[in-house]
């Protein structure tokens, strides 16, 4: 049975820091591509960062130097760093890991940027 647990979000004041967990169980972790997604109120779900077969990483251009992504496979753990928080990446922020066609979502995790 594949579970994602994910963990580490909250409520930060603009320029705040958070790190979100997600951490894998039942799967061959190592082998999945994984990434975050967000989606805030009345939006689409989008892509905020991946990492793609042969380590490379991807990130959406809202966050590019201020998020980063990280995986420890002996900890089947896939890892957000979010720094210089702004209020408009308040959203709920899904992990995925996927294989081809198939994909596993974690159940969410809010952050909310706010004074």
């Known amino acids: 049975q594949v579970q994602l647990v994910e963990s580490g979000g909250g409520l930060v004041q603009p320029g705040g820091s958070l790190r979100l967990s997600c951490a894998a169980s039942?799967?061959?972790?190592?082998?999945?591509?994984v990434g975050w997604h967000r989606q805030a109120p009345g939006k689409q779900r989008e892509l905020v960062a991946a990492?793609?077969?042969?380590?490379?990483?991807n990130y959406a251009d809202s966050v590019k130097g201020r998020f980063t992504i990280s995986r420890d496979n002996a900890k089947n753990t896939l890892y957000l760093q979010m720094n210089s928080l702004k209020p408009e990446d308040t959203a709920a922020y899904y992990c995925?890991?996927?294989?081809?066609?198939?994909?596993?979502w974690g159940q969410g995790t809010q952050v909310t940027v706010s004074s």
């Open positions: 039942g799967l061959t972790f190592s082998i999945y591509t």
């Open positions: 995925d890991l996927g294989l081809g066609t198939l994909h596993y």
């Open positions: 990492i793609i077969r042969g380590g490379s990483t």
